[in-house]
């Protein structure tokens, strides 16, 4: 899943139900629109410790961009299943409508395929263009390379990465 802003899009699916987080009274809980920035940076740490605690043991903590001021979980942070996000949905949707509704530019797409590109001209042949959320939907092969093993790629082709990051889906049919 794209670090930052695109795997907090992921993240904040709308097709999610049931949740890790403690319920509101007996409704669904609130959604925070006017949440300050510390509110939300707490809301994706309690999002982080439940997509960990639903069979993504390394997950990162959340932390805020310097450069964008944003919410970001840091490259490479892979997707979490459907699964995982369903479990989680009562945290997703007490985050605000502006975190869960960002979409990637027409700009940023275009940084992604030279990304991509510049991944493919750096020995990943196999690494893909971004489909048109920006999202990378790479073959289980480089998954399980893991971050390590697409080290001097990444370092190579930093110049690429958009301030939010990128967003690494799972291979279909992944239960990741």
């Known amino acids: ?26 409704g669904a809980p609130a959604p925070t629109p006017s949440a300050g ?9 309690q999002l982080a410790r439940c997509v960990r605690a639903h069979g993504v ?6 932390v805020v961009n310097p450069q964008t ?9 892979p997707k979490p299943s459907a699964s995982v996000l369903n479990a989680c ?12 509704n960002r979409s990637v530019t027409a700009a940023e ?14 020995g990943l042949r196999d690494w893909p263009d ?4 920006g999202d990378f939907p790479l073959p289980k092969r480089l998954v399980d390379l893991g971050k390590k093993g697409i080290r001097t790629q990444l370092d190579a082709c930093r110049p690429y990465f ?4 990128i967003s690494i889906k799972q291979p279909a049919g992944s239960n990741g």
């Open 130 to 133: 971004p489909d048109a959320q």
């Open 69 to 77: 001021g944003k919410v970001d979980f840091g490259p490479g942070t």
């Open 109 to 122: 797409l275009v940084k992604l395929r030279q990304l991509a590109r510049c991944m493919r001209d750096n």
């Open 57 to 62: 043991p390394g997950f990162p903590d959340p």
């Open 1 to 26: 899943m794209r670090c930052g802003l695109k795997i907090i899009a992921v993240c904040a699916l709308a097709v999610l139900s049931a949740g890790c987080a403690p319920k509101q009274g007996a």
């Open 89 to 100: 949905k009562s945290i997703i949707d007490r985050l605000p409508p502006s975190e869960k």
């Open 37 to 45: 920035p510390s509110q939300v940076l707490d809301l994706y740490k």
């Open 162 to 165: 958009p301030s939010h990051g």
